[in-house]
């Protein structure tokens, strides 16, 4: 009975997590067109609000069209492997009840993430296309290289709350937040979770001016919705994690929501205001200026950790 309600409970997790993919998308294109003085989606049903339905069905009934010579097995694989990792993220968030925790929630985590790069690369090396490749070795390059900032970061807060549970970030702000003391290491790892999604100012791997947007150019239809689904269910998820690592607030879910939902406002007001930065700029910031600086706090929090001085 216990594992019947554990998984009815991941299950709507999962149909919400669907649900407000849909939605995080007409709220991007709202935000985005009143910041460029224009209206966005306003014909379907009241401002809009059933555009993402039928966008949805537009590209479900489309027509699936891919290239003559590719890698067919692989490029109809891919995208279901994207969505199935971006699904498991969420495991690692209790719902409406503990009947499942996962002691080990961000070595989980880490793995996931650490996974997403192969899936990347298998969908630009099945495509078989020159942009989809060019577009693969610049977002790899870029996401291993800021993955390994985040992770570093990650660990410096592990220091602090003892675990590997993701939950005992709530147990150790009950009092005060880390947002508070913490304000540089929060800043660097918001600069990270750009970087490593590959959103603006550093979607290099999707840059239209360049790439013709980059690694998924061959995909359409229903291929693209699982690609497209799996991006925007890690930037929710991403969202979540910031807020619970610097806010403790897992337990309470209306406030949870609302400061992930400022999060995500956050990511589309950050596309809407900044230009994109130069290639060999964004690699210079990662290996010459936060790479040493997150070492750097990382040794600071391990030699702490060895006198003792967290308990």
Known sequence: MLMLISFINFLILFLMVFLSVAFFTLLERKVLGYIQLRKGPNKFFIKGIFQPMW????????????????????????????????????????????????????????????????????????????????????????MISYEVMMMIIIMNLMFMINSFNLNYFYIYQLNISFFFFLFFILILLLISFLAEMN?????????????????????????????????????????????EMFFGLMMSKFYLNFFILLFMFLIIWLRGFLPRFQYDKLMYLIWKLILPLSLFLFMFNFSLKLLNLYH
């Open 55 to 142: 966008d949805g069905l537009k590209l479900f009934f489309k027509e699936l069209n891919y290239p003559i010579y590719l890698n067919f097995f692989f490029f109809l694989l891919s995208p279901f492997l994207l969505l199935m990792i971006s699904i498991f993220f969420w495991l690692i968030y209790p719902f409406l009840c503990f009947n499942y925790i996962m002691m080990l929630g961000l070595i989980f985590m880490f793995c996931c993430s650490s996974l997403m790069v192969y899936i990347f690369m298998m969908i630009s090396w099945s495509s078989n296309s020159n942009y989809s490749v060019l577009g693969m070795v610049r977002f790899i390059s870029q």
């Open 199 to 243: 959103l603006s100012p550093f979607d290099f791997s999707e840059g239209e001016s360049e790439l013709v947007s980059g690694f998924n150019i061959e995909f359409s239809s229903l291929l693209f919705i699982f690609i497209f689904m799996s991006e925007y269910m890690k930037i929710m998820f991403m969202g979540l994690l910031f807020c």
